[in-house]
């Protein structure tokens, strides 16, 4: 009895380990695919999910996890990741992050996945792009993907009640002070405090720099800011103080005071236009947007920067490389962009009629073909921890009147190269 | 001795799990910090020993010196006047009772459970510049509006006004269970002896709870010293700009986050977290070290 119940035990627990056996043979491939969180919500999100159906309908057998994550997060995820081997196997991250992430070990070397696509895929995409993403022979590590340029979003209210034409463009920085001193005479404000981040400094340094201006050389350990257009965008810091709001174009309060109709000019990217679409479609919220003045007419300033897509150094990065291919090439980027309004290096896909007439995209490529790059070289080293800090609290001084723009530009120039030489 | 070791086992045996958690999150990740902490390590790449040079690159650094300044500075003040304030607080709840004496500790531990995510973002709210609460009172006196977290005369006093917000229902709970042991007829004894209430808070109270403040002193020093979220997150920080305006609100958790993931310099990141953990533990050695020296063990 006892040995008939053993038996019947065992036949079961071996029928229960072959079940168990089967059931992983038949076992999906599963990627997890990690975005920016606006990617993960609404109507990006929803895109997004076709763009993972229909991948996973040509690959029976494959399952696509898609997962949103904070700037940060999706940072220190991918960097943990790498080191852990448990990060994602497809995901986009900040151009101006690529270096740290090749430091870290968190992107393959996707080159010859890319040279076996054929040509015409690869013509669809910005050349310039291209070559970022491949900073030495045969070496490529992502596909550029979406992207973006900022620009200047004005409240058309404050300018009619400073008495400014809004129809007549800002020819020039001192215009564009002379526009914010007669907001400030009806108790408005002019702009958000541009030296608190260097993003929001960026956009007005660019508009009297040239792109080999900008950024460092990190063989010669030395920063590429021409120190005498540096003093004279920290000359116009100082004449903006009396205009700025003192918060920074990152806070809530800053996009507040737009919205409420406190504040004249708001600097930033796309992504910042949905509130004030929803503002003006339930409040008396009224704007436009335009290029932000350069310090002489026909120049502009303004920042430029890039969402890739890599993949990671694992498993299944074959599969994870179709999967990037597949979101960035041309049609699914003419339905993004369609949808969304939303700029991306796939040029082929911009000059598609569905997507050349939507008015954010177009203003987002006007302010990209002038602006100046976040953080370039993106793939070639990673800025040590202190030298953003150094450009803002530098800026932050001088605006402050404890030193010169000259002083102030010297001070900050050996300072940087003594930071790039410590690492 | 094999009949002790019979007698003992069970006990070691319970002991086991919690012996090998502790050994797994808080021993390994010590031992390993410090050996990454003698390495040129960047995340998954190959490692270069460097001896002690990511501990002398930490020192010499231009954030380390203006991290440690505010850390002093911050301990300082925020310390002691955490300290005060929870002490005045718990006398205050432990004069009332009833409904009114759970009030007031419920309304004053309030923050202690919030997340810090939300009580920092209702705080920079009340620091608005121009629509803020406390520049909205100001505007009512007349005065001009303030940017509190952008002027560097203001930003580590707003963040030490949080902060001890924040802390200040946790001490004064703690401090509030050492009043409620105090005996009775001490403070009956001080009044037949003459003493006011003053007197009695010096003399009775204060010397009865002594063990109390050493540890509410103790851990708000260590709180202190590890310093992160509500900075971080008053001055709207990422990895890649921190501390803000000046670097005022810069303190060494942060610094450690911006060269681990910012500049991927995990080995000066292991040896700036290591010397931090050798200073607490150094600080709560001289805790421990006067708490015996006045005879309160």
């Known amino acids: 009895m006892k040995f008939n119940r053993l038996l019947s035990t065992g036949t079961l627990l071996a029928a229960a380990i072959l079940t168990t056996g089967a059931l992983h043979a038949q076992e999906k491939v599963v990627l997890d695919y990690w975005v920016y969180s606006d990617f993960a919500q609404g109507e990006a999100l929803k895109l997004q999910q076709s763009f993972i159906s229909e991948f996973e309908a040509k690959h029976p057998g494959v399952k696509i996890n898609i997962a949103g994550k904070g700037d940060d997060d999706l940072l220190t995820g991918q960097i943990a990741g790498a080191a852990s081997g448990t990060g994602p196997d497809v995901f986009m991250n900040s151009t101006s992050a690529g270096a740290a992430l090749v430091q870290a070990g968190a992107l393959k070397n996707v080159y010859e996945d890319w040279m076996a696509m054929p040509q015409e895929y690869r013509d669809q995409f910005n050349k310039d792009l291209i070559a970022m993403c491949t900073p030495k022979p045969q070496t490529m590590y992502c596909l550029p993907y979406t992207g973006f340029g900022s620009f200047m979003f004005r409240n058309l209210t404050v300018l009619k009640e400073a008495g400014i034409d809004p129809a007549t463009p800002i020819k020039d920085w001192n215009d564009w002070v002379a526009q914010m001193e007669k907001v400030k005479a009806k108790g408005k404000y002019g702009i958000p405090d541009m030296t608190q981040v260097w993003g929001s400094f960026l956009n007005i340094y660019s508009g009297i720099a040239e792109p080999n201006e900008w950024g460092a050389d990190f063989e010669k350990k030395k920063t590429l800011i021409n120190p005498d257009k540096y003093a004279k965008t920290a000359e116009l810091f100082v004449k903006m103080k009396p205009y700025s709001t003192g918060t920074s174009i990152n806070d809530q309060a800053t996009r507040d005071l737009f919205i409420s109709n406190q504040l004249a000019f708001y600097i930033n990217g796309p992504w910042a236009n949905p509130p004030f679409e929803q503002a003006a479609k339930n409040s008396n919220l009224k704007y436009d947007w335009v290029l932000i003045p350069g310090a002489h007419e026909g120049k502009n300033g303004g920042v430029q920067g890039y969402e890739f897509i890599g993949v990671a150094p694992k498993k299944n990065a074959k599969l994870a490389w179709e999967f990037a291919a597949y979101v960035t090439e041309k049609q699914q980027m003419v339905r993004w962009a369609a949808a969304l309004g939303r700029y991306n290096s796939n040029q082929a896909s911009l000059t598609d009629p569905a997507v050349a007439s939507h008015p954010l995209l177009a203003i987002t490529y006007k302010a990209a073909k002038t602006a100046l790059f976040n953080k370039p070289p993106f793939f070639s080293g990673v800025y040590p921890n202190s030298y953003w800090s150094a450009i803002t609290d530098n800026a932050s001084a001088i605006e402050d009147g404890n030193m010169t723009p000259e002083e102030g530009a010297k001070k900050l120039i050996e300072e940087l190269n003594e930071i790039l030489s410590d690492g | ?297």
């Open chain 2, 1 to 297: 001795m094999s009949a002790r070791v019979t007698k003992t086992t069970p006990h070691y045996l319970m002991l086991l799990p919690f012996m090998l958690l502790f050994a797994v999150f808080f021993l390994y990740p010590i031992v390993s910090g410090l050996i990454y902490s003698f390495f040129d390590w960047a995340g998954a790449q190959p490692t270069t020993f460097v001896a002690l040079e990511n501990y002398t690159k930490v020192l010499n650094s231009r954030n380390f010196n203006k991290a440690a300044s505010n850390l002093l500075l911050y301990v300082s003040i925020t310390v002691p006047l955490g300290l005060t304030i929870a002490f005045c607080l718990a006398l205050l709840v432990d004069s009332f009772s009833g409904f009114w004496a759970k009030f007031f500790r419920s309304a004053f531990f309030m923050p202690v459970v919030m997340p810090l995510f939300l009580a920092a973002t209702i705080w920079r709210w009340m620091y608005a510049p121009n629509f803020g609460l406390l520049n909205t009172i100001l505007g009512w006196f007349g005065f001009e509006s303030v940017q509190f977290l952008n002027n560097v005369n203001t930003m580590l006093y707003c963040l030490i006004a949080v902060d001890v917000w924040v802390s200040a229902g946790f001490n004064m709970v703690i401090i509030l269970a050492g009043l409620k042991n105090v005996p009775k007829h001490y403070y009956e004894a001080a009044r037949l002896d003459g003493a006011n209430k003053l007197q009695q808070i010096f003399y009775v109270t204060i010397p009865s709870i002594r063990p109390v403040l050493f540890f509410v002193v103790t851990y708000s020093l260590i709180s202190a010293l590890q310093v992160f979220d509500v900075p971080w997150l008053l001055t709207g920080s990422s990895f890649a700009e921190y501390g803000g305006r000046a670097n005022t609100l810069l303190f060494p958790v942060m610094d450690i986050m911006g060269r681990g993931f910012g500049a991927v310099k995990f080995g000066q990141a292991a040896a700036y977290g290591f010397m931090l953990t050798a200073l607490i533990i150094a600080v709560t050695a001289v805790m421990f070290a006067l708490r015996k020296k006045v005879g309160e063990v």
